[in-house]
């Protein structure tokens, strides 16, 4: 099954673990609607893995097997960046599954501080042309080797949303200012050289 709607109003998270006693369907910061100051959660650290669903599979399209899938036709979902959507010429819609989960994972590294890492296998994931586009496996390795060469600090760390974080946006000016520096062509030359 593929989804080809990879959007965030289709990925539902289970809370069991991080709310044990579950949240109001409106007030997501009281149990039950009335007392928000006894509000007891739990960090995605302090929980086993956090399990996320895609959900509404309504423009899914089904294969047997992988080897037996075939192109499809049609423009609806969400995500209308997709270069290749179309009601009248064929996609591999394995091709845009990728693609828009590169554009969720885009989203992230927009507002938050500290993903910038995460930039290059998102170019590549939303790469204009599909077939240069890396396969599912290919970009779950690539974010694998990502994140694990990550710091435990850093994987264990608070993320800080940029648009609305004083300290975020001073965090993602240093690692600008930093990235600038390391990228200059001073630096991209004595690192070649060191290289040869």
Excluded at 91 to 97: A, E, G, L, N
Excluded at 125 to 152: G, H, W
Aim: charged content about 20%.
């Amino acid at each position: 099954v593929i989804h080809r709607d990879a959007c965030w109003l289709n990925i539902m998270m289970d809370a069991t673990n991080l709310i044990p006693q579950g949240f109001h369907h409106a007030y997501t910061r009281s149990h039950d609607g009335n007392r928000y100051w006894e509000f007891t959660y739990k960090t995605r650290i302090s929980v086993a893995q956090v399990q996320y669903y895609f959900i509404d599979f309504g423009l899914s399209s089904r294969f047997s097997h992988f080897e037996d899938r075939r192109l499809v036709v049609g423009t609806g979902g969400q995500g209308r960046s997709v270069p290749e959507l179309s009601s009248t010429v064929p996609y591999d819609p394995f091709s845009v599954h990728i693609y828009q989960v590169g554009g969720l994972i885009m989203e992230l590294v927009e507002i938050y501080y500290g993903l910038k890492v995460f930039r290059p296998l998102v170019m590549a994931m939303m790469q204009k042309d599909p077939a240069l586009r890396p396969a599912a496996s290919t970009s779950l390795l690539q974010f694998e080797n990502i994140v694990s060469q990550m710091s435990k600090r850093k994987l264990n760390g608070r993320v800080y949303w940029l648009k609305r974080s004083f300290r975020g946006n001073i965090l993602q000016a240093i690692e600008d200012r930093i990235s600038t520096i390391l990228v200059s062509p001073c630096a991209f030359q004595l690192y070649c050289v060191s290289n040869i």
